[in-house]
């Protein structure tokens, strides 16, 4: 054979490649920040994210299988990607988590430890993997990969629905020690429901007329996946007395599944914030309530739990709304009995409002002072008087005259203590061969968000 012909084979034999020693190059991509998304039903076996730009392609199987490794029970999933695999690291926000490990040139496996790795993951918590390639560009990119128990290989008749979902929902227990149940939906026009199996056999509850609730906790909802190729029998009596049987198995499936170059994973998924409609709707459920699976998902409501009213709702305007204040019955004495014909002072009037619990902009006693001007004209302008605070208000003060005042002690039980920002004013009012004055008091107590306006007068005639 000569050297042409020999050349020939190689070509023919190899296509683009050529004989001897060869570098295979993959092609050079500008860098582009972008972020691919794709999500799966329980009976797909693959689950891909692409990045726009073509750089990078990852796919998972969607099945999650058991071992046992090292003695113990481990959930594995395994991807693929279009590039050679430098390295692969698995993490949760603020914390390693799992084992990712590179099993070939551009295939790798996570391994979730049985218990607190696998309830995590099966709660709604996200998984991130970093991934770092030999080309491309860039050469290290980031996957979110959300995992949760689904039902498939349903068998049996129409009467029977098995939903697909299983979702984690928040029920605390009575102990409160848990709050973390795993429900699924049967719809069947039955007047019974039991569900059979090896093991992970769920508590069931009549919903309504068609429908029962299916509710496992971690340890039968691990015993329902572990193995995934033994199903739950679901015989149900119909309503006109047949007995019907469907089976479906339970596994854990890969269901979500997001790639992005950007070098920042907590910025491209960042952890949601606590839903207004989910915070709204816990509390409006009553006092003693454990099941609050109608809210929404487990860690929608989790984020909820702790929130507080101004973190989640929008802040409102400023709003005075009048409160019932009983004051003791010497601070509404007119005359005051120390007045005299010819001097006289005397309290004659003590309001309370409160502001709004989530105001839009922080509250300030001149804020409280102008509403009430403008709304009521009841009170001078803010900058009419003097703003002070709890100290300066009992020095040369018109209403209380020491820190001890018996006023300012009825005041501060009904709004709460705690640092007060007040403001004090005057006028002087017609008065016909005499000298009469108007003095105003307005107390705001941030700690409560309570107002306390009072108002005085004197007045002499020498």
Not at 58 to 87: A, M, P, Q
Not at 254 to 266: E, F, R
Not at 447 to 460: A, D, E, F, P, T
Request: include cysteine; charged fraction near 15%.
């Amino acid at each position: 054979m000569n050297l042409r012909d020999f050349a020939l084979v190689c070509a023919l034999a190899l296509g683009a490649t050529a004989c001897g020693n060869t570098v295979l190059e993959e092609p050079q991509v500008v860098p582009v920040e972008e972020t691919g998304v794709s999500t799966a039903a329980a009976t797909a076996t693959r689950i891909y994210a692409y990045e726009p730009t073509g750089t990078h392609q990852l796919s998972f199987e969607t099945l999650g299988t058991f071992e046992t490794r090292n003695g113990r029970r481990v959930l594995v999933i395994r991807g693929t990607t279009n590039r050679y695999l430098k390295d692969v690291f698995s993490f949760v926000p603020d914390d390693a988590f799992g084992t990712a490990s590179i099993i070939s040139e551009r295939r790798f496996e996570v391994v979730l430890e049985e218990g607190h790795e696998l309830n995590t993951m099966l709660s709604g918590m996200p998984l991130f993997v970093s991934i770092d390639t030999f080309t491309g560009s860039p050469t290290r990119y980031y996957a979110q990969i959300v995992l949760a128990p689904r039902f498939f290989d349903f068998r049996g008749p129409n009467s029977i629905t098995v939903h697909e979902n299983v979702d984690p929902v928040y029920v605390r227990n009575a102990a409160g020690t848990d709050n973390l149940m795993y429900r699924g939906r049967v719809d069947s026009a039955a007047t019974s429901l039991t569900v059979t199996g090896p093991d992970g056999t769920p508590m069931v509850t009549r919903v309504d007329a068609g429908t029962f609730q299916l509710d496992w906790r971690y340890p039968a909802v691990y015993q329902a996946v572990d193995p995934h190729t033994d199903p739950l029998t679901f015989t149900a009596t119909l309503n006109g007395g047949a007995v019907v049987t469907e089976t479906a198995r339970l596994v854990v499936r890969v269901t979500g599944l997001a790639i992005s170059t950007h070098n920042d994973p907590y910025s491209t998924w960042p952890t949601p914030a606590c839903q207004p409609s989910v915070y709204n709707c816990i509390h409006a459920q009553s006092e003693g309530t454990l099941d609050f699976g109608a809210c929404g998902t487990h860690r929608q409501v989790q984020r909820c739990m702790l929130a507080s009213a101004c973190e989640v709702l929008p802040g409102q305007p400023l709003s005075l709304t009048e409160i019932a204040f009983p004051p003791p019955g010497h601070a509404r004495q007119t005359p005051d009995s120390g007045a005299s014909a010819t001097t006289w002072y005397g309290l004659v009037g003590i309001d309370a409002y409160s502001t709004p619990e989530c105001p839009a902009t922080p509250v300030t006693i001149q804020a409280v002072v102008d509403h009430l001007h403008g709304t009521t004209q009841t009170v001078p302008p803010s900058d009419w008087g003097e703003v002070t605070d709890r100290a300066g208000m009992v020095v040369d003060n018109y209403f209380f005259g020491s820190s001890s005042s018996p006023l300012l002690a009825v005041i501060d039980a009904f709004a709460g203590g705690g640092p007060i920002q007040a403001w004090f004013a005057w006028e002087e009012l017609p008065c016909h061969n005499c000298h009469s004055y108007a003095e105003y008091g307005a107390l705001y107590y941030p700690n409560s968000g309570k107002v306390i306006m009072l108002k005085s007068y004197h007045g002499y005639d020498w």
